[in-house]
């Protein structure tokens, strides 16, 4: 089905392994791209890891993550965009094709989900203006509602495809299988996303789950139709990169890693 070209290991999916680890685990197994997360980043070096990146011949599906816009005062909104800029010159050191955004939710106290909206519409527009200086492409992550208070307030592809209408070129969406999967406007959103996806991030819902952040699954072991979605997104234009990203603190994280990455592998091609 989906073909091994068109993989993209996020890191997150390998914890357990350090992006150094990461980047020669992907030459190993024949992984063609890559998506690392800051803090491995900053682990590694941003100079050194680009280096490392280009040297092995690796393509760079997005950086992970910018976001998190939200805060109570200017000053707290203002350490966050300077964040982001800093998040901007890293994909671009790295060769990365976006930056994905993970928004951020109510800030500390507040109750007001609206403002917190508002917010993170002044941020993107605020950042578009460097992001599009440098040419990397924001692509907001619209998370699962049940994040909405601490990770993410834009919940719905629907209100980021408004997002993207409203802000104009530079901005697009990345489409999380695990986020979306359960919206009953997922194919006409997709639809309408036509032209600005970014990303297409691949693991499965299991049932029952255990723990709404770190217990993912693995491609085929839960409830998302994903060549079903494929579909969608390729018939909206998208046929670039497909990242899996599993969070898995109690089961592929506990693994070892090139176990890890031969079923990832496997399932790609069997079940997305
Ligand atoms: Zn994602």
């Excluded at 900053?42 to 599906?61: C, P, R």
């Excluded at 200086?133 to 719905?156: G, K």
């Excluded at 639809?191 to 600005?196: F, M, T, W």
């Excluded at 499965?204 to 699954?217: E, I």
């Amino acid at each position: 089905m989906a073909e091994l070209k068109r993989l993209s290991l996020n890191t997150a999916t390998v914890n357990q392994w350090s992006l150094k680890e990461c980047i020669e685990g992907c030459v190993r197994h024949g992984v063609p791209a890559i998506d690392p997360w800051r803090d491995k980043l900053h682990e590694l070096g941003v100079d050194t890891a680009a280096k490392m990146i280009s040297d092995n011949g690796l393509e760079v599906s997005a950086l992970c993550r910018g976001g998190m816009f939200t805060g109570l005062d200017d000053a707290s909104r203002q350490v966050a965009l300077d964040d982001n800029r800093r998040a901007v010159d890293e994909a671009v050191a790295i060769g990365a094709q976006c930056l994905v955004l993970v928004v951020g939710g109510l800030p500390d106290g507040s109750k007001d989900i609206g403002e917190a909206r508002g917010q993170v519409r002044d941020a993107i527009g605020t950042l578009l203006d460097y992001s599009r200086s440098c040419n990397i492409p924001l692509a907001i992550e619209p998370l699962h509602p049940m994040f909405a208070a601490d990770r993410a307030c834009v919940n719905t592809l629907a209100q980021a495809n408004d997002l993207c209408d409203e802000l104009g070129d530079g901005v697009g969406v990345a489409v999380d299988a695990y986020h979306v999967w359960w919206d009953p406007d997922l194919a006409p959103e997709i639809a309408r996303a036509k032209g600005r996806i970014l990303g297409f991030h691949v693991c499965d819902w299991l049932v029952p789950t255990t723990d709404l952040l770190l217990d993912r699954g693995m491609m085929g072991d839960g409830v998302i139709d994903l060549p079903a979605m494929r579909q969608m997104v390729e018939a909206a234009g998208y046929h670039g990169l497909i990242e899996v990203e599993i969070f898995s603190a109690e089961n592929w994280w506990k693994r070892d890693g090139d176990e890890v990455m031969q079923i990832v592998i496997e399932r790609f091609d069997k079940v997305v």
